[in-house]
């Protein structure tokens, strides 16, 4: 079983930074590709980035590439998502997702098992 802790979220002004960070650990199964979703109220839920297994490729959703950086550190065991210039479109509850089948992860949530309990993240103007 994989246990996934997020932190970071908060308030922030537009335009402003914020990073969030997520720990992960497993006492059997290994974590392989990462990444992040968001989901905003009445919205559905939306890919924001994935990283592979030892973290030499990362694909980010259309509305924060060239904003958001993922990365991992598995020595420390920790994933982050670096997020700039944020506006108001990314007011959304984040979640960190792990996957113990794929080396590599993808746009939609079936490539991964394990879901944190997400942390907000309030974009304010």
């Known amino acids: 079983q994989v246990q996934l802790e997020e932190s970071g979220g908060g308030l922030v002004q537009t335009g402003g930074s914020l990073t969030l960070t997520c720990t992960y650990s497993s006492r059997t199964d290994k974590v392989l590709a990462m990444g992040w979703f968001r989901q905003a109220p009445g919205k559905a839920r939306e890919f924001v980035a994935t990283i592979n297994a030892i973290g030499a490729g990362t694909e980010y959703g259309d509305s924060v590439l060239g904003r958001f950086t993922i990365s991992r550190d598995n020595t420390e065991n920790t994933l982050t998502l670096q997020m700039n210039n944020l506006n108001a479109l990314d007011t959304a509850v984040y979640y960190c997702?792990?996957?113990?089948?794929?080396?590599?992860?993808?746009?939609?949530?079936?490539?991964?098992?394990?879901w944190g309990q997400g942390t907000q993240v309030t974009v304010s103007s």
């Open positions: 997702v792990a996957s113990t089948r794929f080396y590599h992860g993808g746009y939609h949530d079936i490539y991964f098992d394990h």
